[in-house]
């Protein structure tokens, strides 16, 4: 791709690369996976993912997502939309593949007894090492890749009460690990 | 941290993505795959519509259709051997040859092929 394309997908709005895609445009793709990939894999990640894994599950959603980008009408966003696709892929993986369940459920115990440091300022991926396999995976879904609890419910085939009291413990854990962050940002906050 | 507060703060801490620093590596992956996808579906379509060409140009010659229809109206063959000669007499050469009339039947098989190919390719345009 020529530098002078390069820059005139650069410049187009989301929506109008996912148009172009429509169309077969695949350079106009490739600019869309370059926005949204690091997120995309990001997400994968702190759903448990090994960097590998999450590469390849990515691809195979950036892919699923070309497929069927057709059926992107541009209502909400690309990077919303692609997540929702890695995240059901991801779920998909995770029920299917039982050695991968038992190695997130062993990764989970060995976490849990990791004890937190209360006064201990952390960043997300930090604190989700803190939760348990499925309170991390609920509240990746329904607030990395917006899944509604419903949704979520569906994706993890799980009863949506189990969805809800999982996302309810994960966020009181990120709370309480977070929170001096939380704080930190509220003072900047009411001295800015 | 009110409820609503510790929720938005999640959202926005999982929407604070770092940019990795083989983003443009990684698209390239996913654009190679995206071609070889499209090429192996191109030279898949474009095998099958010749398969199937060449399976119904062959029924066609194999049926013995021709030889039938021939013998069935041999007086509209003859009109149509006419109305080909009226229309283009230059091929005349063709019919009065030793393959005749099922020198056009042949290459009109062949030309169901070129379109089948044809239009294999345009669906593949669209």
């Known amino acids: ?192 | 941290m009110a409820e609503m507060e510790v929720e938005r703060t999640i959202e926005r801490l999982f929407a604070r993505a770092p940019e990795s620093a083989d983003a443009d590596l990684f698209a390239e992956r996913v654009q190679r795959r995206l071609d070889r996808g499209w090429a192996a579906r191109r030279v898949l379509i474009g095998a099958a519509g010749l398969v199937g060409g060449v399976i119904g140009a062959s029924q066609l010659i194999m049926s013995n259709l021709f030889s039938r229809a021939e013998a069935a109206s041999s007086e509209s063959a003859r009109v149509l051997t006419s109305g080909v000669r009226q229309l283009a007499p230059q091929a005349e050469w063709l019919l009065n040859g030793p393959a005749g009339i099922e020198a056009i039947w042949l290459v009109a098989g062949l030309a169901v092929v070129a379109m089948g190919l044809v239009l294999t390719r345009i669906i593949e345009e669209i």
Request: with cysteine; net charge positive; glycine share 10%.
């Open chain 1, 1 to 192: 791709m020529s530098r002078a394309e390069r820059h005139r997908l650069s410049s187009l709005h989301d929506v109008e690369l996912a148009s172009l895609a429509a169309s077969g445009d695949r350079q106009a793709f490739g600019e869309l996976v370059r926005r949204h990939g690091s997120a995309v894999r990001a997400l994968l990640r702190r759903m448990g993912m090994s960097a590998a894994e999450a590469d390849d599950l990515a691809q195979d959603a950036f892919i699923a997502a070309f497929e069927s980008i057709a059926e992107f009408r541009g209502e909400g966003a690309f990077g919303g939309w692609v997540k929702k696709i890695a995240a059901r892929a991801c779920m998909r993986r995770v029920q299917k593949d039982k050695q991968l369940r038992a190695r997130l459920e062993a990764v989970d115990l060995q976490e849990a007894a990791e004890p937190a440091d209360p006064g201990r300022r952390m960043d997300l991926d930090e604190a989700l090492k803190g939760l348990g396999e499925a309170e991390r995976l609920c509240v990746s879904l329904c607030y990395g890749a917006g899944l509604s609890h419903v949704e979520a419910a569906e994706a993890l085939n799980l009863p949506l009460g189990t969805v809800k009291s999982h996302v309810k413990r994960g966020l009181d854990k990120l709370k309480a690990r977070l929170a001096p962050e939380g704080e930190a940002m509220e003072g900047r906050r009411g001295n800015g």
